[in-house]
Nanobody, 123 residues
Framework: QVQLVESGGGLVQAGDSLRLSCAAS????????MGWFRRPPGKEREFVAAISWRGSEKEYADSVKGRFAISRDNAKNTVYLEMNILKPEDTAVYYC????????????????WGQGTQVTVSS
């Protein structure tokens, strides 16, 4: 059983930075792709970023390219999402997810999800 616990959310102002963390436990974290998704208020959940288990492949949604960066530390079983130049439209509940397949993560069909952490960006 895989367990994912997100942290680092909060209330920030537009232009600020924030780093989210997701700690994984259970199955072999090192062999799993990881991803971040978000659900803005009143909208569907959407893909944000994904990273392969080696960290060599990364994918981003167009809306966050150049502002967000995904990374992972396999020794700590943790994946991060560095968010810069935050905008009010980045306000959402952010979810961590994992799957053995990077493609499944990118397609929004990972096998495991975290509970989410709220990020609110004020204008």
């Amino acid at each position: 059983q895989v367990q994912l616990v997100e942290s680092g959310g909060g209330l920030v102002q537009a232009g600020d930075s924030l780093r989210l963390s997701c700690a994984a436990s259970g199955r072999a974290f090192r062999n799993y792709a990881m991803g971040w998704f978000r659900r803005p208020p009143g909208k569907e959940r959407e893909f944000v970023a994904a990273i392969s288990w080696r960290g060599s492949e990364k994918e981003y949604a167009d809306s966050v390219k150049g502002r967000f960066a995904i990374s992972r530390d396999n020794a700590k079983n943790t994946v991060y999402l560095e968010m810069n130049i935050l905008k009010p439209e980045d306000t959402a509940v952010y979810y961590c997810a994992t799957d053995p397949s990077l493609l499944q993560v990118i397609r929004g069909r990972p096998g495991h999800w975290g509970q989410g952490t709220q990020v609110t960006v004020s204008s």
